[in-house]
């Protein structure tokens, strides 16, 4: 049975592949206990919690500190450890979004901030400045970012922003969230009578006692596109999770690529996906 699926996506570029590279696929490897979502069954797709805009701000408040089963750094959300919400706003909206840095370490891994990625808001505390806004382990971070009333509708990502560390707290411990700014149905009525899948695709590491950022791949020289050892491929915090659809039906996946540095290729055994957004622009 033909199937058509639309694929909305997000994309990062901590570090760039060079010459149009894409992924390969790493070996099968168990999702673990590091991972989250994965205490019922690891193999079932994961849906992250949401946090919605409430009289028109999204509230919420996070907690970052070493998850005691991998040893990295993570977010916490309602006691959750690596558990990051999916914020749902609408063009005009707000988040407010506070970070408690409970991080250590003997480097500057412990240090904490957030970019608000491909928003179209100010670079000015207490919106979203990467430069000036530093929270130390013990500190807070306390953001509130307007979304312009002409902010493109689609799908965003909020992560860590501290140099040099980004790398390691984003493409290797997996600090990130989706956001999504309403309205793409208004663009493309037919995605609103499918079923909308948030995806967050990560290449997470399992562990490192002391913080210290590993030296990655690209970074000595390799191959910066294949598969990186020590590194488990994820999708919503699951190595291999099972994503049911009917045949016949067509599903709504928003997509963000927050890997440290590969290229995706994306593809569907016996099936067809179209492209009908990217970094927030539909096509």
């Excluded at 570029?13 to 149009?20: D, E, F, R």
């Excluded at 909206?93 to 808001?121: R, W």
């Excluded at 699951?238 to 045949?247: D, G, K, L, N, S």
Aim: net charge negative.
């Amino acid at each position: 049975m033909r199937r058509l699926f639309a694929v909305a996506v997000a994309c990062i570029g901590l570090a760039a592949c060079g010459g149009g590279q894409s992924a390969s696929v790493p070996p099968v490897v168990p999702a673990g206990p590091a991972l989250p979502f994965n205490s019922v069954n690891p193999a079932q797709f994961p849906e992250a919690p949401v946090v919605r805009s409430v009289h028109h701000v999204a509230t919420v408040s996070l907690v970052a500190k070493l998850n005691p089963g991998n040893e990295m750094p993570a977010f916490y959300f309602d006691g959750q450890p690596d558990v990051a919400p999916t914020v749902r706003v609408s063009p005009g909206d707000t988040i407010v979004m506070d970070v408690a840095n409970e991080l250590a370490g003997p480097t500057k891994t412990g240090d904490l901030n957030l970019h608000f990625h491909g928003l179209t808001v100010s670079p000015n505390p207490p919106a979203d400045d990467v430069i000036t806004t530093l929270a130390l382990p013990g500190g807070t971070l306390h953001y509130v970012v307007p979304i312009p009333k002409t902010q493109e509708p689609g799908l965003y990502w909020y992560h860590p922003h501290v140099f040099p560390v980004t790398d390691f707290q984003v493409g290797e411990a997996g600090m990130s969230g989706a956001i999504v700014v309403e309205g793409l149905q208004q663009h493309l009525p037919r995605l609103a009578k499918m079923t909308e899948r948030v995806m967050i695709v990560r290449d997470i590491g399992l562990g490192d006692s002391d913080l210290r950022p590993r030296a990655l791949p690209h970074l000595l020289g390799k191959a910066a596109c294949g598969p990186d050892p020590g590194l488990t491929l994820t999708l919503n915090g699951v190595a291999h999770p099972t994503i049911e659809i009917a045949p016949g039906e067509k599903q709504f996946f928003r997509l963000v690529n927050a890997t440290a540095h590969k290229n995706l290729r994306l593809a569907v055994d016996g099936g067809m996906l179209q492209v009908v957004a990217i970094d927030g622009f539909a096509l």
